[in-house]
């Protein structure tokens, strides 16, 4: 599904963020990647996402590698992998089902579908009575719901969130979290970035994964292992 092999990304001036960075996800898994900020967690998923190119090493996901892709077929990949931001990323002064809507479009899909697909991806993430609203009559929750929905669009195998709560409060963060594990089930891996390791504990059937310094120091799954598979 997604495999890291001895992975590293470094900017000209900021130098190292990730540093020889290797794992893999199964289909179907969830994972927190976790650290302080400046871990290297948002650069390892764009890099996931080819929003980035790693310096050294090589990302495959879903058949893709970072080594063969061009960059203009790197648009097949993202038709795998979904993405969240904590910023939301909505189109403001348009509708929940309008962003949806304009997802679905920009994916050719047929325009006599989109209307109804937009409508049954905002009931799946909980705001089928909301389509209507403007983005800014939407509460934080609401608006990273629709998020989710518009990252949904092409049947991902894989969704991304790149500490997709951040800028909610603790009611919305459950909401959206509850959300995400619900995704999770019906086998859609998970990857999911956060700093909030009160929420990680909260689910402990999750993998973990932190990154300190760009470096990967600890892996849930690994430790599983070396422990007879006890959690």
């Given at each position: ?204 059937k999750a993998r973990t994964l932190e ?21």
């Amino acid at each position: 599904m997604i495999k890291l092999e001895k992975v590293s990304k470094e900017y000209p001036r900021r130098g190292h963020a990730v540093r020889g960075v290797t794992f893999e996800v199964q289909k179907g898994e969830f994972v927190f990647l976790t650290g302080h900020s400046g871990s290297g967690k948002s650069t390892t998923l764009r890099m996931i996402h080819l929003a980035e190119r790693p310096s050294e090493g090589e990302v495959r996901v879903s058949g893709f590698s970072s080594d063969m892709v061009k960059d203009s077929d790197v648009w097949k990949l993202r038709r795998r992998v979904g993405m969240v931001f904590q910023d939301f990323r909505l189109l403001q002064g348009r509708t929940a089902l309008e962003n949806v809507a304009f997802a679905l479009e920009v994916t050719a899909s047929r325009s006599q579908d989109i209307t109804a697909r937009a409508q049954r991806l905002l009931s799946q993430v909980g705001l089928a009575a909301k389509s209507g609203a403007l983005v800014h009559e939407l509460s934080g929750g609401e608006q990273q719901r629709v998020a989710i929905a518009r990252a949904l669009v092409t049947d991902p195998v894989v969704l991304l969130a790149d500490e997709p709560t951040g800028n909610l409060d603790e009611r919305a963060t459950r909401g959206i979290m509850d959300l995400f594990w619900d995704i999770n089930a019906m086998g859609m891996a998970v990857v999911m970035a956060t700093h909030d390791l009160e929420m990680v504990r909260s689910y402990p059937k999750a993998r973990t994964l932190e990154l300190d310094q760009g470096k990967l120091v600890y892996d849930s799954a690994a430790v599983g292992s070396r422990h007879g598979g006890a959690t």
